[in-house]
């Protein structure tokens, strides 16, 4: 019975660890997305973009050919490279290959970026 007493304690110990995290977590997220720091350039990047002209490249970023948003699909190249970066940084191969990852996905975010503000 004191080893079901032990087991119990240290769930509640890595529960709790879990849940002083995660509040952290979300306190910050919750500052950040109320922050006001950004607004004036990102009303100028919201401008731009609704600058561009309603028609065939509106639709295009708004992803109307293909039925749905373009941007979660380009957000995904970013992530998918920077992921891949990473692993193979810890792969004792090379340089080159975390270093064009790095590079395309930083390529990508300007894309990503673009579609989720027309969207």
């Known amino acids: 019975m004191n080893t079901h007493a032990l087991d119990t ?40 973009i609704r600058s561009v002209p309603l028609g065939e490249v509106r639709d295009l ?14 957000v995904q190249v970013p992530i998918g490279c920077w992921l891949s970066a990473a692993v193979l940084d810890i792969v004792p191969a090379g340089q080159r290959a975390p270093t064009t990852l790095t590079a395309v996905g930083l390529a990508g975010v300007a894309p990503a970026a673009v579609a989720g503000w027309a969207d």
């Open 61 to 74: 970023l708004r992803g109307r050919p293909l039925g749905h948003p373009v941007h979660p699909v380009l």
């Open 9 to 48: 304690s240290t769930k509640a110990r890595k529960t709790s660890a879990l849940d002083t995290a995660s509040a952290w977590w979300l306190t910050a997220l919750d500052r950040i997305e109320r922050s006001v720091l950004a607004d004036p350039a990102i009303r100028v990047l919201q401008r731009g």
